[in-house]
C-alpha cells in the first residue's frame, strides 16, 4: 500500500513539475512590464488602464463594480432590442445568430455556411495584414507598438472611416435594425 502511494506522489509531483514548466512562459510573460500588454491589445490591462481611477495598479472593489456596470450597460445597448432593461433568451439568440451571420458574410468565401480551415487562416492572414498596415501608418515614434498617443490618432482615424461609411462613431448598430438579426415572430 506504501508503495502505491508513493508512486502516486512521485507522479503527481512530476505532474506538478511539468504543468509548471508548460505555464512558466506565460507566467513571464504576464510578469514583464504592463505597457507591453497593454501594447499587445491585453483586454485585462485596456480594462485597467480605463478603469483605475487611483492610479495604484490594480482594481478595487469599486472600480471593478464600475468596470462590470460599464460592461452590463454595453451589452443591454446592444442585445436589449424591446428596451425593457432585460435581456431575454430570445433577444440572446438573436444577437449571436447576427454575430453569426456577420462572420459567414464575411469569412465564408465559398458560400458553404461554414468557415472552413482555409477559410479561417484567411481570415487571420487578412487581420495580420490589417495590423501591419495600422502599425506602418500609425508608429510614429518607429518602435515596432502602439504608444497611447498613437492609439488615439488610430482611434480617430477608424471613426472617420465609420462616420464615412454611415456606421456613426464605432458603435454597432443594435440587433433590431433591418439587415442585423432574425426577429423572433
Known amino acids: 500500500m506504501r508503495e502505491g502511494l508513493d508512486?502516486?506522489?512521485r507522479a503527481a509531483f512530476m505532474c506538478s513539475v511539468l504543468a509548471l514548466a508548460i505555464a512558466a512562459p506565460a507566467i513571464a510573460?504576464?510578469?514583464e512590464d504592463s505597457e507591453d500588454s497593454k501594447e499587445r491589445g491585453d483586454p485585462l490591462a485596456r480594462e485597467l488602464e480605463q478603469f483605475d481611477t487611483d492610479g495604484d495598479?490594480?482594481?478595487?472593489?469599486?472600480e471593478r463594480a464600475a468596470a462590470r456596470k460599464k460592461r452590463h450597460e454595453q451589452r443591454l445597448?446592444?442585445?436589449?432590442?424591446?428596451g425593457d432593461g432585460k435581456i431575454s433568451e430570445a433577444e440572446t439568440r438573436a444577437?449571436?445568430?447576427?454575430?453569426?451571420?456577420?462572420q459567414l458574410e464575411t469569412f465564408d468565401t465559398d458560400g458553404d455556411g461554414k468557415i472552413s480551415e482555409e477559410e479561417r487562416q484567411a481570415a487571420l492572414e487578412k487581420h495580420s495584414q490589417r495590423k501591419a498596415l495600422e502599425l506602418e501608418q500609425f508608429d510614429a515614434d518607429g518602435d515596432?507598438?502602439?504608444t497611447g498617443e498613437e492609439k488615439e490618432q488610430r482611434k480617430a482615424a477608424r471613426e472617420k472611416?465609420?462616420?464615412r461609411q454611415g456606421r456613426g462613431s464605432g458603435e454597432?448598430?443594435?440587433v433590431d435594425q433591418p439587415g442585423n438579426a432574425p426577429q423572433e415572430p
Open 144 to 146: 515596432g507598438k502602439l
Open 7 to 9: 508512486a502516486f506522489h
Open 57 to 62: 495598479g490594480r482594481l478595487s472593489d469599486e
Open 95 to 102: 444577437f449571436y445568430e447576427m454575430i453569426r451571420k456577420r
Open 29 to 31: 510573460e504576464d510578469s
Open 161 to 163: 472611416r465609420r462616420e
Open 172 to 174: 454597432r448598430p443594435a
Open 77 to 82: 445597448k446592444e442585445r436589449d432590442t424591446d
